[in-house]
């Protein structure tokens, strides 16, 4: 029963956008404090790695953006899965906004990969597995947006690129295990080997914690579009007066 | 302090790296303010078109 009204809340918008507005700043304010927090740890109080001395710092830009650019894509296939399923409005709106987030956090992933590969692989480009299949999100991100903007009918625009996103979620397994199902010029995850941790804890928790950030931060700017596409979605509803006086 | 900048040399890679990565952070959130706020002017708009059509 409880699930349900919190099943039925989350596909009204009025409640999701005032929701939104309230949250907002809480999110925005955590992430904020986080993210100063874990760039003095990682840059100032973690010690250098024995391998790749300060470039190894490149882990507290890279990873979260990697992450991220996975994250964001997951949120909106899930997002896109239940519009298409309960045919809700409001996930589909989630899903719209997810998109071009993703999308600069794919752009940030590969560059910030690009920047760490030249001084240690000796290039910035390699066609290896994991880029590329990195580098095919970032495509699946403007095929969504693409068609999107491509198709006029916003219910029509709304199913098919749900589908587009639902299938493309098979990527995101690809790119996360893609490491240790060929043979990678990228390295094995540092955080979690065989369950245990295989950093030092002073470059470990600066790590966990900008992972930390990160996710508040996709919640504060989800928040902040969800509630433009409502607005933009709902034309005339009453409530919108309400929210705008 | 330029030992800090220079990270053992790393530094040329690793500052234009976090430039890029906190950059898009703050762009993001820039962009998403932004529309939000067209949005609402939009939907302002609307609504005021729709009162003088219907009065």
Known sequence: MATWTWFHRFGSPPWVYGFAARWTPWFGGAAAIAMLVALYGGLVLAPEDYQQKDAFRMVYVHAPTAWLSMMVYTTMAVAAAVGLIWRMKVAHAAAAACAPVGAWFTVAALGTGMLWGKPMWGAYWVWDPRLTAELVLLFLYFGYMGLRAGIEDPVKADKASAVLAVVGVVNIPIIKYSVEWWNSLHQTPTVMKMGKPTMDTDMLWPLLLMFLAFALYFATVLLIRLRAELLRRERNASWIREVLS | ?55
């Open chain 2, 1 to 55: 302090m330029s030992e800090f900048f220079s990270m053992s040399g790393y530094g040329v890679y690793l500052w234009p790296a976090f430039a890029l990565g906190f950059g898009v952070v703050i762009i993001n959130l820039v962009m998403a303010l932004n529309t939000l706020s067209q949005a609402k002017q939009e939907a302002k708009r609307r609504l005021e078109m729709n009162a003088e059509r219907t009065s």
